[in-house]
T-cell receptor, first 117, second 114 residues
Framework: AQTVTQSQPEMSVQEAETVTLSCTYDTSESDYYLFWYKQPPSRQMILVIRQEAYKQQNATENRFSVNFQKAAKSFSLKISDSQLGDAAMYFC??????????????FGQGTILTVHP | SAVISQKPSRDICQRGTSLTIQCQVDSQVTMMFWYRQQPGQSLTLIATANQGSEATYESGFVIDKFPISRPNLTFSTLTVSNMSPEDSSIYLCSEKKTGISEQFFGPGTRLTVL
């Protein structure tokens, strides 16, 4: 079974600075997807960014980018120019590309991000 | 992104009762899922809601406790039966369309069992 590990229970950053959230995963599959979700106090799960395993290029969405290291099974999220609205719980998630686990998300434990003004 | 609604958004229930949570998606989707998020915890998959057939449950979750229906491609319900305080959680539905990598979530239902 796949596992996802977020080793940072909490992180903090100053407004306008850059922060990196870590995520590692374990899988024997070659076809899979990785995601970062943000959950603010409203509890809505918001998709931040996704990465397809077959793509070598790291995904980028505005201020959010990932560092995908497939061999190391590492998938970190970098938030640039942090804003107060970025404060939330961030979850890393894994999804198989096919088979019986297709569509099912496996989540890490989450990292609480605090942004200081 | 998909528009997903859930009802109710929150509820406070007495132990021993049951609550049915509804999930509506704005367009036909291939797959719908139900997740549970216990207080301070991550999300755990309860089951995959299959259209027109019985749901597929993950280890640790059973149909008698969490009956699920999916009568069509845009709607599903999750019932939390014979509730106890340990069932106090946020329950979220999720959807995935064929050919689309992204997967989206409803706003969640916060359940408190007294």
């Amino acid at each position: 079974a796949q596992t996802v590990t977020q080793s940072q229970p909490e992180m903090s950053v100053q407004e306008a600075e850059t922060v990196t959230l870590s995520c590692t995963y374990d899988t024997s599959e070659s076809d899979y997807y990785l995601f970062w979700y943000k959950q603010p106090p409203s509890r809505q799960m918001i998709l931040v960014i996704r990465q397809e395993a077959y793509k070598q290029q790291n995904a980028t969405e505005n201020r959010f980018s990932v560092n995908f290291q497939k061999a190391a099974k590492s998938f970190s999220l970098k938030i640039s120019d942090s804003q107060l609205g970025d404060a939330a719980m961030y979850f890393c998630a894994y999804r198989s590309g096919g088979g019986t686990s297709y569509g099912k998300l496996t989540f890490g434990q989450g990292t609480i991000l605090t942004v200081h003004p | 992104s998909a528009v997903i609604s859930q009802k109710p958004s929150r509820d406070i229930c007495q132990r021993g009762t049951s609550l049915t949570i509804q999930c509506q998606v704005d367009s036909q989707v291939t797959m719908m899922f139900w997740y549970r998020q216990q207080p301070g915890q991550s999300l755990t998959l309860i089951a995959t809601a299959n259209q027109g057939s019985e749901a597929t449950y993950e280890s640790g979750f059973v149909i008698d406790k969490f009956p699920i229906s999916r009568p069509n491609l845009t709607f599903s319900t999750l019932t939390v039966s014979n509730m106890s305080p340990e069932d106090s959680s946020i329950y979220l539905c999720s959807e995935k369309k064929t050919g689309i990598s992204e997967q989206f979530f409803g706003p969640g239902t916060r359940l408190t069992v007294l």
